[in-house]
């Protein structure tokens, strides 16, 4: 079993950069491949980026491709999100998952552990 729990949420001007952190639990994490994804008022769950367990492939939302980077410290177990020039369109509360699948990492049903979220809020 995994257990996460993100950080470095906030409130931020356009433009602006924030970095969140993913801290996971259990012996297992290097095994799972990990995704973000986000939900702003009103609207659906939207993935957001994935990077494989090895941490060699990474997959991006076109919405953040270019402006949002994703990494993972396997040893820390630990998965890092840094998000430059945000925009207000940004704003929603991000969340952090873990899968074993890389075959559809953009669809959120095939995720198994999720954290409880962590609100950014960028201001225009």
């Known amino acids: 079993q995994v257990q996460l729990v993100e950080s470095g949420g906030g409130l931020v001007q356009a433009g602006g950069s924030l970095r969140l952190s993913c801290a996971a639990s259990?012996?297992?994490?290097?095994?799972?491949?990990m995704g973000w994804f986000r939900q702003a008022p009103g609207k659906e769950r939207e993935f957001v980026a994935a990077?494989?367990?090895?941490?060699?492939?990474?997959y991006y939302a076109d919405s953040v491709e270019g402006r949002f980077t994703l990494s993972r410290d396997n040893a820390k177990n630990m998965v890092y999100l840094q998000m430059n020039s945000l925009k207000p369109e940004d704003t929603a509360v991000y969340y952090c998952?873990?899968?074993?699948?890389?075959?559809?990492?953009?669809?959120?049903?095939?995720?198994?552990?999720w954290g409880q979220g962590t609100q950014v809020t960028v201001s225009s």
């Open positions: 998952a873990a899968t074993l699948s890389w075959l559809h990492p953009t669809r959120s049903n095939l995720y198994t552990y």
């Open positions: 259990g012996r297992t994490f290097g095994n799972y491949n």
């Open positions: 990077i494989k367990w090895s941490g060699d492939s990474t």
